[in-house]
C-alpha cells in the first residue's frame, strides 16, 4: 500500500499514535508523518504510507496554515494552557485593545528569529529538549530563523475572551511562541489556548478524514482514500524526462542532465506522468523504487 492520507487528527492522540494506529489497520510498518502536532492541537496530519515515507522530507518544506486560540494574562511553562501556570497576570489584561494585539501581531510578519519552547521535541547534544525540562534541568535553546507569511486577527471579543488568529507560516515555527512573545509584547504575558492546522504541504482540512471513519475502515477502503505519491511533490518545480533520460536518472546515471535545463534546488523528475523521483540542481537525490 502506497500513498498519502490526509488524516485529521484529533484532540488527545500524538502524531506518533496516528501513524500507530494506521500500521495497524493497513498492516504496513512504513508509514510517517510530517509536521508533529502536539498532543492536544488538531487538524492536518498527512501520512505517508509505503514509497510515500520517501518524499517526507521535501513535502515538509511547504508553509502551513494555523488557526490559533489565544489567553491573555497566563505564563505558563509549555507556553501553553495545559502547562504548568508561571505566572498569572490577568488582573493587567484590561487595558488591552483590539489595535494593540493586531499591531502585535503584525510584528511577526516575515523572517523573524524564534526561540522554541522548552517543551518541544529539538534536539540538544542528542536528548529532546523536553527530556531536559522534564528532569529539571535547564539548557540554552537557540533561537532560529523562521519565516511568517501571513498572521490576521479573526475574532477579538476582549481581552477577557480568548482570541483567535490565523497564521501561515515556515516550518518549525512554534505557534506557543508566538502566544508567548505576543503577551511579552502587550506586557501582560499570554499563552495559547487551542491550535488547529488547516493545511500544510497542500492538504486542506476540509477534505481530510477524521480519526473515528478513518478507524472504522478496511484496508481496501483505506487503499482507496489514499492520494498517489505525485501529490506529495506539488509543490516542487517538474522535470519531465523522455524514455532514454528517465532510464539513466532511476540508474544514477550522472549523465541523465546533459543538455537538460535543471531548476536550482529540488524538482519532481517524471517520466509519462508517473514520479521517478527527487533531482537537486541536476544531480539525483533520490528514487522512487518500482
Known sequence: MDGILNLNKPAGFTSFDCVAIARRLTGERKIGHTGTLDPEATGVLPLCIG?????????????????CTCRLGLVTDTRDIWGEILQDRRAEIDSVSREMVESGLSSFLGEIMQKPPVFSAIKINGKKLYEYARAGKEVEVP?????????????????????VFKAVCSRGTYIRSICHDLGEILGCGACMSGLVRTETCGY??????????????????????LDPLETA???????????????????????????????????????EDKLLGIAKSGKVSKVIPE
Open 51 to 67: 514509497k510515500a515515507t520517501r518524499l517526507l522530507e521535501y513535502m515538509d518544506d511547504m508553509p502551513k496554515t494555523y488557526v
Open 143 to 163: 533561537e532560529r530563523k523562521v519565516t511568517i507569511h501571513e498572521i490576521e486577527l479573526l475574532e477579538w471579543n476582549g481581552p477577557r475572551e480568548d482570541f
Open 204 to 225: 486542506r482540512i476540509e477534505d481530510a478524514v477524521d480519526m473515528e471513519t478513518f478507524r472504522s475502515m478496511n484496508q481496501e477502503d483505506i487503499a482507496k482514500l
Open 233 to 271: 511533490v506539488s509543490g516542487l518545480p517538474r522535470l519531465e524526462l523522455d524514455e532514454r533520460t528517465a532510464r539513466l536518472f532511476k540508474f544514477g546515471n550522472p549523465v541523465w542532465s546533459e543538455n537538460i535545463a535543471c531548476p536550482e534546488g529540488n524538482c519532481a523528475v517524471f517520466y
